[in-house]
């Protein structure tokens, strides 16, 4: 991914020449405005965009991702390329405003995404611009969706008549969750489009610590997370105190009640997960409260984790089984005391269900298999 920053005079082009475009051998133009793919600080989008446009590239698809430039997500910018894509920072929508107009004119589908901050605006040029493109709307935040709807009767991030005007609404949850956008927000044509994984990014690697965690949990703090997490990670290492803890991740308040077996990293980035991870026995997932609510919405963070070959503790939400059969490739626990059980499974058992999580993911999960299948739903 080429970089573009936009200045008060204008793109400044850093990008894909325009004579060499056509060597590229383009299929298909997506142009994509989203919340970001720069950085993966504090969010989950970035590293699941990235996956994405990567397998689109490789299929020989262009993408060009509009960002708004926010100081949070510049101070924590870990990617500024992608082979075969272009990212497009800018300050404020009106200083793209022309060139973005240019890019849906000539894209064969545009796509607004949830947390998007232009969202609004990119909708209105969309459908006052994309009379050939397909339109789409991509929620990554169903769950999110649908509470603050319901909640506050509005979401921010949302037209205000809605979805109807969309071609077609991509839904990162699936199940009851595409009846209610079709109900509450009016979306014509619905499709989940799950998490997935790149396993070029992730997967087994050597464990960077000698000292292997027995349980380790990865992921940004989160109230409605906290009771799980206490169950299912902090009571067992209470419990099991010559045993070793591994939390990574941010925002964790000084009154986290930390146990003298809890080691903490602070952010880890996606390029060291996979270290992160291997240098597990045992990983937890634990989902947020909105997604464990409607059911069949994995995470990316447990794609990535199977993908590197370690096996998941996963506390229980309805559609688990679409994705990882319970048992042989996943282990489920809602308690303390299943937790413990999980915890003290023999070595060769726990690799055996890692082995079997990572055979599945990489027949099923990956972004080169969601990257197919978001084309497939963009020509129908």
Same mark, same amino acid.
């Given at each position: 991914?080429?970089?573009?920053?936009?200045?008060?005079?204008?793109?400044?082009?850093?990008?894909?020449?325009?004579?060499?475009?056509?060597?590229?051998?383009?299929?298909?133009?997506?142009?994509?405005?989203?919340?970001?793919?720069?950085?993966?600080?504090?969010?989950?989008?970035?590293?699941?965009?990235?996956?994405?446009?990567?397998?689109?590239?490789?299929?020989?698809?262009?993408?060009?991702?509009?960002?708004?430039?926010?100081?949070?997500?510049?101070?924590?910018?870990?990617?500024?390329?992608?082979?075969?894509?272009?990212?497009?920072?800018?300050?404020?929508?009106?200083?793209?405003?022309?060139? +973005?107009? &240019?890019?849906? @004119? $000539?894209? /064969?589908? !545009?796509?607004?995404?949830?947390?998007?901050?232009?969202?609004? *605006? =990119?909708?209105?040029?969309?459908?006052?611009?994309?009379?050939?493109?397909?339109?789409?709307?991509?929620?990554?935040?169903?769950?999110?969706?649908?509470?603050?709807?319901?909640?506050?009767?509005?979401?921010?991030?949302?037209?205000?008549?809605?979805?109807?005007?969309?071609?077609?609404?991509?839904?990162?949850?699936?199940?009851?969750?595409?009846?209610?956008?079709?109900?509450?927000?009016?979306?014509?044509?619905?499709?989940?489009?799950?998490?997935?994984?790149?396993?070029? +990014?992730? &997967?087994?690697? @050597? $464990?960077? /610590?000698? !000292?292997?965690?027995?349980?380790?949990?990865?992921?940004?703090? *989160? =109230?409605?997370?906290?009771?799980?997490?206490?169950?299912?990670?902090?009571?067992?290492?209470?419990?099991?105190?010559?045993?070793?803890?591994?939390?990574?991740?941010?925002?964790?308040?000084?009154?986290?009640?930390?146990?003298?077996?809890?080691?903490?990293?602070?952010?880890?980035?996606?390029?060291?997960?996979?270290?992160?991870?291997?240098?597990?026995?045992?990983?937890?997932?634990?989902?947020?409260?909105?997604?464990?609510?409607?059911?069949?919405?994995?995470?990316?963070?447990?794609?990535?984790?199977? @993908?590197?070959?370690?096996? !998941?503790?996963?506390?229980?939400?309805?559609?688990?089984?679409?994705?990882?059969?319970?048992?042989?490739?996943?282990?489920?626990?809602?308690?303390?005391?299943?937790?413990?059980?999980?915890?003290?499974?023999?070595?060769?058992?726990?690799?055996?269900?890692?082995?079997?999580?990572?055979?599945?993911?990489?027949?099923?999960?990956?972004?080169?298999?969601?990257?197919?299948?978001?084309?497939?739903?963009?020509?129908?």
């Amino acid at each position: 991914m080429c970089a573009s920053h936009v200045t008060s005079n204008g793109p400044v082009r850093l990008g894909v020449p325009a004579q060499v475009r056509p060597l590229l051998n383009i299929r298909m133009k997506l142009v994509v405005f989203g919340l970001t793919v720069s950085s993966s600080w504090g969010n989950g989008h970035a590293t699941l965009w990235r996956g994405l446009i990567r397998a689109l590239a490789r299929m020989g698809h262009l993408v060009t991702f509009f960002e708004r430039d926010v100081p949070y997500y510049a101070q924590h910018r870990d990617l500024t390329r992608i082979a075969g894509a272009e990212l497009v920072l800018y300050p404020q929508f009106r200083d793209i405003a022309r060139e +973005a107009r &240019r890019r849906i @004119a $000539a894209a /064969d589908a !545009v796509i607004v995404t949830s947390y998007c901050p232009d969202a609004s *605006a =990119a909708t209105a040029l969309i459908l006052d611009t994309a009379t050939c493109a397909r339109r789409v709307y991509y929620d990554l935040d169903t769950p999110v969706t649908l509470a603050q709807l319901r909640m506050r009767g509005k979401v921010e991030y949302l037209p205000a008549d809605g979805l109807g005007a969309f071609d077609l609404v991509l839904s990162f949850t699936g199940g009851g969750a595409l009846e209610e956008l079709r109900r509450q927000l009016g979306a014509r044509q619905v499709a989940p489009l799950y998490g997935h994984v790149d396993p070029d +990014a992730h &997967r087994p690697v @050597a $464990a960077v /610590d000698p !000292v292997r965690s027995d349980l380790s949990y990865l992921g940004t703090y *989160a =109230a409605d997370r906290q009771p799980a997490l206490e169950r299912m990670f902090v009571a067992p290492a209470r419990q099991l105190q010559r045993r070793r803890f591994v939390l990574g991740g941010t925002g964790y308040p000084e009154d986290f009640p930390w146990q003298q077996n809890i080691w903490f990293v602070n952010h880890v980035a996606p390029a060291d997960h996979p270290a992160f991870f291997g240098s597990s026995r045992l990983t937890l997932n634990v989902t947020r409260a909105d997604m464990s609510e409607l059911g069949y919405c994995p995470s990316g963070r447990l794609f990535e984790a199977a @993908a590197c070959g370690v096996p !998941v503790l996963s506390d229980c939400w309805s559609g688990l089984d679409e994705f990882f059969t319970p048992g042989e490739e996943i282990l489920l626990a809602d308690s303390t005391e299943e937790a413990l059980r999980a915890i003290g499974m023999p070595d060769d058992e726990l690799a055996r269900i890692g082995c079997a999580a990572r055979s599945r993911v990489l027949a099923q999960h990956t972004s080169a298999q969601r990257a197919q299948q978001l084309v497939r739903l963009l020509g129908s």
